[in-house]
């Protein structure tokens, strides 16, 4: 299974690998003036030679993105659930939550600012639950709803109750749609903290740490702390696909973890 996975994976390891060596044999031919980009090479060795305050940052950052993905997914799921049962949420609810969906998160940083603090976690702690929550909300939603008549004329013949009806049959139809929306959501969660950060929050997390030196014009360190934000994004990544095998055994490995396989 191991094997087959770093076989899958192999083909973007072989590009992404060769797009470094471009990135920095493109640099060391051309050497341009005033280029802000640094090689990976010096991004690496400023990643190694500022790793206690970058970790340091991390962990800050790691916290705000954990907590709210967690309650943005419990969030989605619990409106995904009321509108696939009650009538009335779908009319009342699924308006609000695309009403908050279009809401720019730079508009509202500095508004939940001046509610909680600015210095609050909780501020920031929002904004990741409202990035996460949409695409969370939309994709359960279409898994609880979107089932065939036949198999709830089925369970309806055996007189099972609505509760009976959505463990059975909607909540697995719904699990590759919520586990779709959660790899999503892992990557908007991490790109949503950071942002938020520019705008308030502890001054040890990654957004402050890349403002900070990037206005310093110290730019391998700035790209050593977004490296560290994709690193994070990346193994969030991950975990959402173990986690969908291990909720989902009974799909093949190719279709939860995903194949390059013809």
Do not use: C
């Given at each position: 299974?191991?094997?087959?996975?770093?076989?899958?994976?192999?083909?973007?390891?072989?590009?992404?690998?060769?797009?470094l060596a471009f990135w920095e044999l493109s640099l060391l031919l051309i050497r341009p003036d005033?280029?802000?980009?640094?090689?990976?090479?010096?991004?690496?060795?400023?990643?190694?030679?500022?790793?206690?305050?970058?970790?340091?940052?991390?962990?800050?950052?790691?916290?705000?993105?954990?907590?709210?993905?967690?309650?943005?997914?419990?969030?989605?799921?619990?409106?995904?659930?009321?509108?696939?049962?009650?009538?009335?949420?779908?009319?009342?609810?699924?308006?609000?939550?695309?009403?908050?969906?279009?809401?720019?998160?730079?508009?509202?940083?500095?508004?939940?600012?001046?509610?909680?603090?600015?210095?609050?976690?909780?501020?920031?702690?929002?904004?990741?639950?409202?990035?996460?929550?949409?695409?969370?909300?939309?994709?359960?939603?279409?898994?609880?709803?979107?089932?065939?008549?036949?198999?709830?004329?089925?369970?309806?013949?055996?007189?099972?109750?609505?509760?009976?009806?959505?463990?059975?049959?909607?909540?697995?139809?719904?699990?590759?749609?919520?586990?779709?929306?959660?790899?999503?959501?892992?990557?908007?969660?991490?790109?949503?903290?950071?942002?938020?950060?520019?705008?308030?929050?502890?001054?040890?997390?990654?957004?402050?740490?890349?403002?900070?030196?990037?206005?310093?014009?110290?730019?391998?360190?700035?790209?050593?702390?977004?490296?560290?934000?994709?690193?994070?994004?990346?193994?969030?990544?991950?975990?959402?696909?173990?986690?969908?095998?291990?909720?989902?055994?009974?799909?093949?490995?190719?279709?939860?973890?995903?194949?390059?396989?013809?």
């Amino acid at each position: 299974m191991i094997a087959k996975a770093l076989h899958g994976f192999g083909p973007a390891g072989v590009v992404g690998a060769g797009s470094l060596a471009f990135w920095e044999l493109s640099l060391l031919l051309i050497r341009p003036d005033g280029f802000v980009l640094p090689p990976p090479s010096a991004i690496l060795v400023a990643l190694f030679e500022n790793f206690d305050e970058i970790w340091v940052a991390t962990r800050s950052t790691g916290y705000i993105v954990i907590t709210g993905l967690i309650g943005g997914v419990v969030l989605g799921v619990a409106w995904a659930l009321l509108i696939s049962r009650f009538r009335l949420a779908n009319e009342t609810l699924t308006p609000l939550a695309i009403s908050l969906n279009a809401i720019p998160i730079i508009a509202l940083a500095p508004i939940f600012n001046a509610w909680f603090g600015l210095l609050s976690p909780v501020s920031n702690q929002a904004i990741v639950v409202i990035l996460v929550f949409f695409p969370v909300f939309i994709n359960t939603t279409k898994g609880l709803t979107d089932v065939g008549a036949t198999e709830l004329e089925l369970m309806r013949s055996y007189a099972a109750s609505s509760w009976q009806i959505a463990r059975t049959v909607r909540i697995p139809n719904a699990l590759p749609y919520f586990f779709t929306s959660l790899k999503i959501a892992s990557s908007l969660a991490v790109i949503g903290a950071i942002v938020a950060e520019y705008f308030g929050g502890r001054q040890d997390a990654l957004g402050p740490f890349i403002v900070q030196n990037a206005g310093l014009t110290r730019y391998t360190e700035a790209w050593a702390a977004v490296l560290a934000g994709s690193a994070m994004g990346i193994l969030l990544y991950l975990l959402s696909g173990v986690l969908e095998r291990v909720s989902m055994p009974w799909r093949p490995a190719s279709e939860t973890m995903g194949s390059w396989d013809p």
